[in-house]
């Protein structure tokens, strides 16, 4: 049986203003070819499948259009919610969707959904694990000890019953980290992965009973603790810090019990997103400009602040998402120890001079107000100042 196993797609996304819809459509073409080379039998989706829980139009039309590719394909579909999605708007239509044998997980309800599947070996059994959080999971289980996502995640599974001479496999969305190591985040996760703490982290070890552990919400693709848990990565490079991160799908050959075969696909954008360094008048000569539907990346070491640089760019790479500088003055800043200049000053002091060095005059209470609301916004400051 071969798997195709997909994961963060964030249909609609967006990188730096620019609508990515179309780079997503090319992709999803691309994964649509690999599905009739690689003959797969089964997609699936590992969340945050929307960008965001209410999605534009665009974004669920390309999502409504990959899936009937994938039914005239006669593949078997399972999808879970990410923490981006909807669990309840992502279940929409889920029950009439089985006919056609997509198979959607997204609301968590004490159990896990499975499904099986058969071959010429036997067997498969594919679990669904939307995304949950531990407060979600104690819920359905008031006699257990759930105080971290992985106690939740440990007790669900736990309480499944898995039939260990089948083979199995599982799709879920969550922080999952090896024995001795985090999973290398891309950057374009939200907020809350960089910053996961303790509690969100689950051992890859809650995993054992299974043959294939298809995730998704690292960006990066990789394998955690053992080569048969794995994050398929997103499709498309989210941001720019994953200028250097190349994308590929894991196909998944699953022979008799304990053979299992991954084979990353690698995947070639419509735009690829690239990182140029250098002086204007050199990136801009004709001998040195390529590929200029990419989405660019400048770094400009001229020593002057070039006017209308953006305007420029565009003029010879329209898809330019930013530009910034690295010369002595930047340098030179870089250096600045901003705690040596605040000493031991409050906040207040600090936005009163900043003010009065800007804009030649004293800081009325109002803006004073304004910029201390913005400061507690941003965790800056405590309520109590
Ligand atoms: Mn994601």
Redesign the pocket.
Known sequence: MVLLHL??I?FGKSLCGFDLIDDQRYILDQILNMIEDKKVDAVLIA??VYDRAIPSEAATNLLNDFLNQLVKRSVTVFMIS???DSDERLNFGSELFRTNNIYISSVFRGSMFSQTLRDEYGEVCIWLLPFVKASQVKRYYPDSKIESYDDAVRTIIENEQIDNDKRNVIIAHQFVAGKHADPVTAG???VA?QNVGLVEKISCSCFDPFDYVAL????SAQSVGRDTVRYSG?PLK?SLSEINNEKSVPVITLKEKGDVGIELVPLKPKRDVRHIKGKMNILLDKVNVVDTDDYMYVTLTDEDVIEDVMGIFRKTYPNTVKIDYDNSHTREMEKIDITEISGNKTYEEIVSEFYNYVFGTDITEEEMSVMKEAAKEAGIIDETN
């Open positions: 994961g963060d964030h969340g945050d990410g923490n981006h374009s996760e939200s992965v998704g919400h690292i960006h997103s989210y």
